[in-house]
């Protein structure tokens, strides 16, 4: 049996590493963070790697901002394919 994959908002990430911390500053280890929180050590240390030390109103703009990138990329290559698509013709 496969567990279902749960997304995280940035948000919800934020508020879950602050739990951690609290709970390693109470003694407890790595796993039985994660444990507790619901995910795996390497989910962990990849949320503490990627958000550690944002707030939540940082890991917003962080994810507007890489939506806007993500746009920004896609309109770039249709340029590209359209550019290409008049130099055939």
């Known amino acids: 049996m ?3 994959r749960k997304r995280h908002s940035p948000e919800q990430i934020i508020r879950k590493l602050g739990e951690a911390e609290k709970m390693l500053a109470q003694g407890h280890d ?6 507790e929180l619901g995910v795996t050590e390497g989910t962990y ?4 790697n990627q958000y550690g ?4 109103e940082d890991a ?8 806007q990138n ?8 249709e340029a590209e394919l359209e550019k290409a698509a008049l130099k055939e013709l």
């Not at 240390?45 to 503490?48: D, P, T």
Request: charged letters at 40%; hydrophobic letters at 45%.
């Open 2 to 4: 496969t567990a279902k």
């Open 30 to 35: 790595v796993a039985a963070v994660a444990r």
């Open 45 to 48: 240390y990849r949320w503490k």
């Open 53 to 56: 030390g944002l707030k939540a």
């Open 60 to 67: 917003k703009r962080l994810k507007e901002l890489q939506k």
């Open 70 to 77: 993500d746009r920004l990329k896609r309109l770039l290559a």
